[in-house]
């Protein structure tokens, strides 16, 4: 059974950093892209960043320039550096992760979701 582990997150002041970790564990053959998403009281769920095996990023435009997505591909996780943190980037934050089980079969996995408060 894969499992997304998440660690991370917590509080901080408007302007400070956090780092948010995911780890996956189980039996699978690799994954393949793995993603950021947050969820506000209220809004939908949004993609933050995302990334590719081979380490090609993508970024929501209300983060480019103070969030960074990287993976460690030997150790099964992606991470979320965010700086210069805003009181609106606060919500529960997501991983997620296409996983492939066999070599023919990819299934979508989501971590516990993490929460990231922004104080002003």
């Known amino acids: 059974q894969v499992q997304l582990v998440q660690s991370g997150g917590g509080l901080v002041q408007a302007g400070g950093s956090l780092r948010l970790s995911c780890a996956a564990s189980?039996?699978?053959?690799?994954?393949?892209?793995m993603d950021w998403y947050r969820q506000a009281p209220g809004k939908q769920r949004e993609l933050v960043a995302s990334?590719?095996?081979?380490?090609?990023?993508n970024y929501a435009d209300s983060v480019k320039g103070r969030f960074t997505i990287s993976r460690d591909n030997a150790k099964n996780t992606v991470y979320l550096q965010m700086d210069s943190l805003k009181p609106e980037d606060a919500a529960v934050y997501y991983c997620?992760?296409?996983?492939?089980?066999?070599?023919?079969?990819?299934?979508?996995?989501w971590g516990q979701g993490t929460q990231v408060t922004v104080s002003s």
């Open positions: 189980g039996g699978f053959f690799r994954i393949n892209n």
């Open positions: 997620a992760a296409d996983v492939a089980t066999t070599i023919l079969r990819v299934v979508r996995y």
């Open positions: 990334i590719t095996r081979a380490g090609s990023t």
